[in-house]
Nanobody, 125 residues
Framework: QVQLVESGGGLVQAGGSLRLSCAAS????????MGWFRQAPGKEREIVAA????????YYADSVKGRFTISRDNAKNMVYLQMNSLEPEDTAVYYC??????????????????WGQGTQVTVSS
């Protein structure tokens, strides 16, 4: 089993940057596919980025491609989301998620088994 805890959210002006961190517990962390999702008030939770268990494959939503970078450090049981050139539309609660499915990379919310509690990101104009 895996337990996830996000951190690094906060308030930032448009054009600024934030780095979100996800700390994972469990000796099998390195075998999990990981992802970042976000949910704004009144909207559905959506995929932001995903990464394979070894970190060699990544996926990004079109809305964040070129601005966000997902990475992982299995030795530290950590997953990161570097967010640059932030826009007000990026305002949401960001969630770290893990999946034990056999697929190399998971982009569907329903494909994830473990979720963190979320961290708030607010981008002002």
């Amino acid at each position: 089993q895996v337990q996830l805890v996000e951190s690094g959210g906060g308030l930032v002006q448009a054009g600024g940057s934030l780095r979100l961190s996800c700390a994972a517990s469990g000796r099998t962390f390195s075998t999990y596919r990981m992802g970042w999702f976000r949910q704004a008030p009144g909207k559905e939770r959506e995929i932001v980025a995903a990464i394979s268990w070894g970190g060699g494959r990544t996926y990004y939503a079109d809305s964040v491609k070129g601005r966000f970078t997902i990475s992982r450090d299995n030795a530290k049981n950590m997953v990161y989301l570097q967010m640059n050139s932030l826009e007000p539309e990026d305002t949401a609660v960001y969630y770290c998620a893990g999946s034990s499915r056999p697929e190399v990379i998971i982009t569907s919310r329903l494909g994830y088994d473990y979720w963190g509690q979320g961290t708030q990101v607010t981008v002002s104009s």
